[in-house]
């Protein structure tokens, strides 16, 4: 199993309301991360989770908060979020260890009213 | 720190014509090389990837990329694009050894003309 499964596909929210996108993955991988991508625009690093723990977070700020359950499994929880926080949000893994070829889920497509 | 440039935002192109997508970088260390293209509305996949060895990188879908340590490029190019290779190509660095943080450049959107 060679990839990386992203839900929901399409998330609408209101600014009050807590939401919760999930990524999984089943290749052994040890990094998973966490990318914002505005329209025409390359992604942008929010966080990378290293063997289960929290080991970059670029200065996000906390109404996204990440969680590592489990190795597989990774989930970004909402809150109080603003309209300009509407993107996609990307989840990669990689191996973690040799080198740093990152594998992308198909993305959560965000909107917030 | 590294950095990608690339410096085409759009390289419109008739079907079956050859194209180049150009790359360079920046960074005093050792890097890893890679391209992704994203297809609209989806996430991104890697097309191919340059870690060490062969300075010639090539994927199954007939692209192909060098590595040039002394023009720091990693140009993608293909001799006979097809409608379907529409999408938005971005060039990625990272550091080598390890886990590295990822640069990624600003995307190149190839528009294949029929």
């Known amino acids: 199993d060679t990839e990386v499964t992203q839900t929901p596909k399409h998330l609408v929210m209101g600014m009050t309301n807590k939401k919760s996108l999930k990524c999984e993955q089943h290749?052994?991988?040890?990094?998973m991360y966490w990318y914002k991508q505005k329209a025409k625009k390359p992604p942008e690093l929010m966080f990378v989770?290293?063997?289960?723990?929290?080991?970059i977070n670029e200065s996000v700020p906390s109404r996204f908060s990440p969680e590592c359950p489990n190795s597989s499994l990774l989930n970004l929880h909402l809150h109080a979020l603003q309209p300009e926080d509407s993107a996609l949000y990307l989840c990669?893994?990689?191996?973690?260890?040799?080198?740093?070829?990152?594998?992308f889920g198909p993305g959560t497509r965000l909107t917030v009213l | 720190a590294q950095s990608v440039t690339q410096l085409d935002s759009q390289v419109p192109v008739f079907e079956e014509a050859p194209v180049e997508l150009r790359c360079n970088y920046s960074?005093?260390?050792?890097?890893?090389l890679f391209w992704y293209v994203q297809y609209p509305n989806q996430g991104l996949q890697l097309l191919l990837k340059?870690?060490?060895?062969?300075?010639l990188v090539k994927s199954i879908n007939g692209f192909e990329a060098e590595f040039n340590k002394s023009q720091t490029s990693f140009h993608l190019r293909k001799p006979s694009v097809h409608i379907s290779d529409t999408a938005e190509y971005f060039c990625?660095?990272?550091?080598?050894?390890?886990?590295?943080?990822?640069?990624f450049g600003t995307g190149t959107k190839l528009q294949v003309i029929p």
């Open positions: 990669a893994s990689s191996q973690g260890t040799i080198n740093n070829e990152q594998f």
């Open positions: 290749m052994g991988h040890r990094a």
């Open positions: 989770y290293s063997y289960e723990k929290l080991s």
């Open positions: 960074s005093s260390v050792s890097v890893y």
């Open positions: 340059y870690l060490s060895g062969s300075t």
């Open positions: 990625a660095v990272s550091r080598s050894g390890g886990y590295q943080k990822v640069t």
